[in-house]
């Protein structure tokens, strides 16, 4: 496994380039997160992504709808282990108030042919609900 890949990725996604981002996903590519979470249900987006153009679309055009700026991974750890990594990160950016947005998130990254096929994400769903509610995180 090309170790590149996962970083190369993640550095795509806060880019806000769709082209960038559709060059490292699989054109079948799934981003699957937990269903109910509060950054889909926020931007009324599907938890489950299915195609490179779809989660490009996501990131350029609807996430920056809620994060409004600062978008950025601060990596805590990538396990790599074949064609899969697991990263463990803390995902922050500034809301539309200004107020901040920071969270405990974990992908794992499904690789094919040199690109990125699907990826699991795992988050503090009720702290993330909080954040996105205007209530103080505890």
Same mark, same amino acid.
């Given at each position: 496994?090309?170790?590149?890949i996962v970083p190369g990725a993640l550095q795509a996604?806060?880019? =806000?380039?769709?082209?960038?981002?559709? *060059?490292? &996903?699989?054109?079948?590519?799934?981003?699957?997160?937990?269903?109910? =979470?509060?950054?889909?249900? *926020?931007?009324?987006?599907?938890?489950?992504?299915?195609?490179? *153009?779809?989660? *490009?679309r996501f990131f350029t055009a609807d996430l920056p $709808?809620?994060?409004? $700026?600062? /978008? @950025? &991974?601060?990596? /805590? @750890?990538?396990? !790599?282990? @074949?064609?899969?990594?697991?990263?463990? +990160?803390?995902? !922050?950016? !500034?809301?539309?108030? @200004?107020?901040? &947005?920071? =969270? +405990?998130?974990? &992908?794992?990254?499904?690789? $094919?042919?040199?690109?990125?096929?699907?990826?699991?994400?795992? !988050?503090?769903?009720? $702290?993330?609900?909080?954040?996105?509610?205007?209530?103080?995180?505890?």
């Amino acid at each position: 496994m090309n170790d590149s890949i996962v970083p190369g990725a993640l550095q795509a996604l806060v880019s =806000n380039d769709p082209e960038r981002i559709s *060059a490292v &996903f699989a054109e079948d590519a799934e981003w699957l997160s937990p269903p109910g =979470n509060a950054v889909a249900r *926020a931007l009324g987006a599907p938890h489950h992504m299915v195609g490179s *153009a779809a989660i *490009a679309r996501f990131f350029t055009a609807d996430l920056p $709808r809620l994060f409004a $700026r600062d /978008l @950025g &991974f601060s990596l /805590l @750890g990538v396990h !790599t282990d @074949g064609e899969r990594a697991t990263v463990e +990160a803390t995902v !922050t950016a !500034t809301l539309p108030d @200004g107020s901040p &947005f920071s =969270n +405990a998130y974990c &992908f794992v990254f499904e690789l $094919r042919d040199g690109l990125v096929h699907r990826v699991r994400e795992y !988050t503090d769903t009720a $702290r993330a609900h909080r954040l996105l509610a205007g209530e103080a995180s505890p």
